[in-house]
């Protein structure tokens, strides 16, 4: 009895854990990496947000690009 007592005890405390944590958001991400044709990188991130109830994760709505450019080796 005690020990189903315990077992019911956790899985309340799980169950409140998961419906507080029902969906998260993480990032920004680097989703992309691409060449310009010119030499330089270009670098897209994005947020991440994940919804466990329906267990999707999908990509944020506002992605952010960035070009880096690659300076060439001296020798």
């Not at 005890?9 to 989703?31: D, E, N, Q, Y």
């Not at 999908?58 to 080796?73: A, K, L, N, R, Y």
Request: with cysteine; aromatic share 2%; proline share 4%.
């Amino acid at each position: 009895m005690k020990m189903a007592r315990m077992l019911l005890g956790a899985a309340v405390i799980l169950a409140a854990a998961l419906m507080a944590g029902g969906c998260t958001s993480a990032g920004p991400f680097v989703t992309n990496i691409s060449s310009d044709g010119k030499g330089n990188l270009i670098v897209e991130k994005n947020t991440v947000h994940m919804n466990a109830f329906m267990g999707t994760v999908s990509s944020g709505d506002h992605p952010m690009t960035q070009t880096i450019q690659v300076v060439p080796e001296e020798r």
